[in-house]
């Protein structure tokens, strides 16, 4: 059974850059085929996906946040991070790790975790 634990801060300053750790156990992030995602979900709206990771490390990202997002992975911890830049109000929601991507369906997902980008 693959878990995955998101952490990291739950209020960040807007401008600044936040980052989020997905830990997964039960798995391995280098298995052949699989993808990493980030997704969030802003208050009153749908899942938005924010990026991914593959097996072999390539990262992938929505274009409407392409500029401000980086996701990264330790394979000797198996993690893979998101960090986001220059925050905003609209940047608050929860944000969730979850498996699956590209044409690979969402099957497993963290609890999520709320991120609130206030003064």
């Known amino acids: 059974q693959v878990q995955l634990q998101e952490s990291g801060p739950g209020l960040v300053k807007p401008s600044l850059t936040f980052s989020l750790t997905c830990t997964v156990s039960?798995?391995?992030?280098?298995?052949?085929?699989?993808?990493w995602s980030w997704v969030r979900q802003a208050p009153g709206t749908g899942l938005e996906w924010i990026g991914m990771?593959?097996?072999?490390?390539?990262?992938h990202y929505s274009p409407d946040l392409k500029s401000r997002t980086s996701i990264a992975r330790d394979t000797s911890k198996n993690q893979f991070t998101l960090q986001l830049s220059t925050v905003t109000p609209e940047d608050t929601a929860v944000y969730y790790c979850?498996?699956?991507?590209?044409?690979?369906?969402?099957?497993?997902w963290g609890q999520g975790t709320q991120v609130t980008v206030s003064s």
């Open positions: 039960g798995g391995s992030i280098t298995t052949k085929d699989d993808y």
């Open positions: 979850a498996r699956g991507g590209r044409t690979a369906p969402f099957d497993y």
């Open positions: 990771i593959g097996y072999g490390g390539d990262a």
